[in-house]
């Protein structure tokens, strides 16, 4: 037994504590008595000046613009979100590893290298960039919410393969973010920094695993930050804290050197994507990612070859076809600010001339249970064998992986076993891609993308997905490697979005999951949906991400 948890993390919180400037930290006397939406803090508190405030509450895409026409500096604007981002890390718990010193450095060549130059050294000039903390920033350490890695200082050898890629576009590293234990809950809670809560309701979770990057971003701690996701992880806490948040299909981004929660599986793929306010920055991150200049595929060898591709859908303007999941998947009921969340969209959609109809969730559930399955069978010893050196204690939610581990591999993993799994996931991609197809009739295209829930919850209470666990809405996307884009629809309203009345569960979790619903509660999270595309259609995604934020706004 090596070092017992408590004290690698009492060593680890120090580590944060100490990194933190004094003056960029909110007075005591400011955090008592909180709102409940905790993203007023920053223009209520009196503690930025009007200029700081200008620059963390615009969307990165006009802070890039600023910085390469010489009105703001990218030191100035650095400045502004590590301020930022410690108030929101007072407020939510939501960073680890702290980097002001390197990035202020980097931040003064940057403004160096354009007013000797007069060109920006790439796209991302100057723009500050949180990290979820799996990427690998030498000599920080990754701990991924472990205390066997928590102190650990990592190798230059080591770096992920993107933070590289991100720093040769002008990127400024100055955070790194929280995750859950081995990144594989969907909230933000570990033996090591806590829990992290949500940004527009205190009470509630945010999001897992990239619920730091996610509070962050909603706190205006971030202009962008980059999340990873294998059941939901980008996208669960981009809906619970009101953003756009990408999962690509598998292969489009670099990943190689990503801490993994669960290394050396391929079953189920972990993505890497953006995560931010504005849709618009999602799209510039990816252009600038997969661009020939960054040739990210001479990198990663898991990495296609396709650099990314603008204005996708044609003939330009023309009207789509979307599919709606609504009420539940066959196996999960969503909470009534998700529904009316989803009735907003289509009503939109119909008005701007879109076609929207019912998409029957054809196993789903299955789907569901597979991949939950997949991540017991595959992470069992992966997760507790590292988890037990230190006598970490294993959260509820993850008690099947303890459970897993306890029965041994011989009895729940195998060459037969594996064979039977891929065999399986091959046969439901190949089922859901003509089922795809056959949407084409009556002389009209397939479907262009699907709007599903992305969670029965706009945001949970904390705690209660410790026993009611749900990545239904996520899951199947990964399974079946779909790109998906998240978009914020609107808020929940205790005076819209009343306890059902006739509701019938399906089963005892979603009798659990809908029980829970409390308009007073929930009031003010957000309603968040998301779009999905097939296979290697990431640009239509976010193409039809737009269009659909679009009709939503012209109907407000």
């Known amino acids: 037994m090596g070092q017992n948890y408590k004290k690698i993390a009492e060593i680890a919180l120090k580590r944060r504590e100490a990194a933190i400037p004094n003056e960029y930290l909110l007075p005591k006397a400011a955090l008592t008595n909180l709102?409940?939406?905790?993203?007023?803090?920053?223009?209520?508190?009196?503690?930025?000046?009007?200029?700081?405030?200008?620059?963390?509450?615009?969307?990165?895409?006009?802070?890039?613009?600023?910085?390469?026409?010489?009105?703001?500096?990218?030191?100035?604007?650095?400045?502004?979100?590590?301020?930022?981002?410690?108030?929101?890390?007072?407020?939510?718990?939501?960073?680890?590893?702290?980097?002001?010193?390197?990035?202020?450095?980097?931040?003064?060549?940057?403004?160096?290298?354009?007013?000797?130059?007069?060109?920006?050294?790439?796209?991302?000039h100057g723009l500050p960039i949180s990290l979820k903390d799996c990427m690998i920033t030498p000599p920080h350490p990754s701990s991924i919410g472990m205390a066997c890695y928590a102190n650990e200082p990592t190798k230059p050898n080591e770096e992920t393969v993107l933070v590289g890629i991100l720093a040769k576009l002008g990127a400024v590293f100055y955070v790194k973010t929280t995750t859950p234990t081995a990144m594989m809950m969907m909230e933000t809670i570990s033996n090591v920094w806590g829990e992290t809560n949500g940004a527009y309701h205190r009470g509630t979770s945010s999001g897992g695993s990239s619920g730091g990057e996610a509070v962050l971003l909603a706190m205006r701690g971030s202009p962008l930050g980059v999340g990873t996701d294998i059941g939901g992880s980008i996208r669960i806490p981009s809906a619970f804290n009101g953003l756009y948040g990408l999962k690509p299909t598998f292969g489009r981004f670099p990943v190689y050197g990503t801490k993994s929660g669960i290394s050396g599986q391929d079953f189920i793929y972990s993505n890497n994507g953006p995560m931010a306010r504005s849709l618009e920055i999602l799209k510039l991150y990816c252009r600038a990612v997969l661009s020939?200049?960054?040739?990210?595929?001479?990198?990663?060898?898991?990495?296609?070859?396709?650099?990314?591709?603008?204005?996708?859908?044609?003939?330009?303007?023309?009207?789509?076809?979307?599919?709606?999941?609504?009420?539940?998947?066959?196996?999960?009921?969503?909470?009534?600010?998700?529904?009316?969340?989803?009735?907003?969209?289509?009503?939109a959609l119909e008005a701007a001339g879109h076609e929207?109809?019912?998409w029957e969730p054809l196993h789903h559930q299955e789907m569901a249970n597979d991949v939950n399955s997949s991540f017991y069978t595959l992470g069992g010893a992966a997760i507790l064998e590292l988890t037990l050196?230190?006598?970490?204690?294993?959260?509820?939610?993850?008690?099947?992986?303890?459970?897993?581990?306890?029965?041994?591999?011989?009895?729940?993993?195998?060459?037969?076993?594996?064979?039977?799994?891929?065999?399986?996931?091959?046969?439901?991609?190949?089922?859901?891609?003509?089922?795809?197809?056959?949407?084409?009739?009556?002389?009209?295209?397939?479907?262009?993308?699907?709007?599903?829930p992305a969670s029965p919850?706009?945001?949970?209470?904390?705690?209660?997905?410790?026993?009611?666990?749900?990545?239904?809405?996520?899951?199947?996307?990964?399974?079946?490697?779909?790109?998906?884009?998240?978009?914020?629809?609107?808020?929940?309203?205790?005076?819209?979005?009343?306890?059902?009345?006739?509701?019938?569960?399906?089963?005892?979790?979603?009798?659990?999951?809908?029980?829970?619903?409390?308009?007073?509660?929930?009031?003010?999270?957000?309603?968040?949906?998301?779009?999905?595309?097939?296979?290697?259609?990431?640009?239509?995604?976010?193409?039809?991400?737009?269009?659909?934020?679009?009709?939503?706004?012209?109907?407000?």
Not at 73 to 81: D, G, I, P, R
Not at 299 to 323: A, H, M, Q, S, T
Not at 499 to 515: C, S
Request: glycine share 6%; hydrophobic share 35%; proline share 6%.
């Open 292 to 347: 020939t200049e960054a040739s990210p595929w001479t990198l990663d060898p898991k990495c296609y070859p396709v650099p990314w591709r603008g204005d996708v859908i044609e003939p330009k303007g023309r009207k789509l076809r979307f599919g709606m999941v609504f009420d539940n998947d066959g196996d999960i009921s969503v909470h009534p600010p998700i529904l009316r969340g989803l009735e907003m969209a289509k009503k």
């Open 356 to 358: 929207v109809f019912e």
């Open 35 to 124: 709102p409940q939406n905790l993203t007023t803090i920053p223009r209520t508190s009196g503690h930025f000046t009007t200029a700081e405030l200008e620059i963390i509450e615009s969307n990165a895409e006009d802070i890039l613009i600023k910085i390469k026409e010489s009105k703001w500096t990218s030191l100035e604007v650095t400045k502004a979100f590590c301020k930022s981002a410690v108030v929101a890390q007072q407020l939510t718990n939501c960073l680890t590893e702290i980097l002001f010193p390197e990035a202020l450095s980097r931040a003064k060549f940057l403004d160096e290298y354009l007013e000797r130059t007069g060109r920006v050294i790439g796209p991302l």
């Open 457 to 556: 919850w706009t945001a949970p209470r904390l705690g209660i997905t410790q026993e009611l666990f749900s990545v239904n809405y996520t899951g199947v996307w990964n399974l079946l490697d779909y790109p998906v884009c998240t978009f914020p629809v609107t808020f929940a309203d205790k005076n819209l979005d009343k306890v059902r009345t006739t509701f019938k569960p399906l089963n005892e979790k979603d009798a659990g999951i809908q029980a829970d619903y409390d308009p007073e509660f929930y009031d003010g999270t957000p309603v968040v949906l998301q779009c999905v595309g097939r296979r290697l259609e990431d640009e239509k995604v976010l193409e039809m991400t737009g269009i659909i934020a679009g009709a939503l706004k012209a109907l407000s």
């Open 389 to 452: 050196k230190h006598d970490e204690p294993v959260f509820g939610s993850m008690k099947e992986y303890e459970a897993t581990y306890k029965r041994g591999e011989h009895e729940t993993l195998g060459p037969t076993k594996l064979r039977e799994m891929i065999t399986k996931r091959n046969a439901f991609q190949k089922i859901y891609l003509d089922r795809w197809s056959a949407t084409a009739k009556n002389g009209k295209g397939p479907m262009d993308g699907i709007i599903t």
